[in-house]
């Protein structure tokens, strides 16, 4: 056994909330997951239950996975880059701010973000309106960081490149409220060559600095390098390939963070679908490729 911090995506069920979701890491032998706190594609949010939030954390303490590794993912439709309806702006500012407090209730401290899409605004006033909603966020809540996930760069996507995210971090006023998460598939879509990561790292690490990352997203992709197309692949059967994803998980430089799957279900729409997780942590702690998908 290795200390990796491993785990994926999990669900958030109305009725059973943060503990159904520890329930579900734990079925996958995971030290850590990710959830949303509702819908991916709606701001429609359910009040959280503090009693399951207690039991949640019971079990969490019972299995030694640790809060500060537990990652939530804001929904989709959040998109700070354009204010062409300024009114729909300060919406998601408002909703942003109440997820972040969400998080925090739900007695967690990370959240990944996507920046935005730079639709009917230039890739410039993109990036000024994601870091000014931001710090609005930021001023009307406490604690909570947000990581910027670093995207594949489909359609509009801001947040393609380590410049990029960059040039909006260094917008941020406070610092201790910003990070990266960083995702394999969208590095391999937006052209970043994962067989070269530790030349990755280098670059993040002279332009942004390694420590402003938080997170991991280990994903596999089906899709060819600089494709910006964001379709990911089980672990080992897609473009990326087991061994540089190995690579990435036992990096020196990004040891004691959390890295999460967000894998494709197995069988989809079959009635034999299943999360691949399982397996999945498996081969990558024991660094050993099983052919699990027929
Ligand atoms: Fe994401
Ligand atoms: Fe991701
Ligand atoms: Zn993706």
């Known amino acids: 056994m290795n200390n990796l911090i491993i ?12 503990l159904g979701s520890v329930e579900e890491a734990l ?10 706190t509702g819908s991916t594609q709606s701001t429609q949010r359910g009040t959280i239950s503090d009693e399951l939030t207690y039991k949640a954390f019971d079990l969490m303490l019972k299995n030694g996975i640790n809060s500060d590794n537990v ?45 935005g899409s730079a639709v009917n605004c230039s890739r410039e006033d993109a990036i000024d309106n994601i870091a000014h909603a931001l710090n609005l966020v930021f001023d009307m809540t406490e604690d909570v960081v947000v990581l910027l996930e670093f995207m594949a ?7 393609k490149s380590i410049d990029e995210l960059n040039s909006i971090i260094k917008l941020i006023n406070k610092q201790d ?3 990266v998460c960083i995702d ?17 790292l280098d670059e993040f690490d002279s332009i942004i600095g390694i420590h402003k990352i938080k ?31 190995i690579n990435v998980a036992y990096n020196k430089r990004l040891e004691g963070i959390p890295f999460i799957l967000e894998t494709p279900y197995i069988n989809r729409n079959t009635k034999d679908e299943r999360a691949p997780y399982r397996e999945e942590i498996e081969m990558i702690r024991n660094k050993k490729f099983i052919d699990f998908i027929q």
């Open 215 to 245: 997170c991991v997203h280990l994903n596999d992709s089906l899709n060819e390098r600089e494709s910006h197309k964001d379709r990911h692949a089980n672990i080992g059967y897609g473009t990326i390939g087991f061994d540089n994803l």
């Open 7 to 18: 785990g994926s995506h999990v669900s958030f069920a109305s009725s059973t909330q943060l």
């Open 153 to 159: 760069g489909k359609g509009n996507e801001v947040g």
């Open 27 to 36: 079925k996958y032998n995971a030290n850590t997951f990710m959830f949303y």
């Open 71 to 115: 990652i939530v993912h804001a929904p989709y439709i959040i998109n700070f880059a354009n204010r062409v309806d300024e009114d729909k702006y300060k919406f998601y500012i408002n909703f942003f701010a109440e997820e972040l407090n969400r998080v925090k209730s739900l007695g967690m401290n990370k959240i990944v973000l996507h920046p």
């Open 184 to 200: 394999t598939c969208h590095m391999n879509d937006a052209g970043v060559d994962i067989s070269k990561f530790d030349e990755f």
């Open 177 to 179: 409220r910003i990070g």
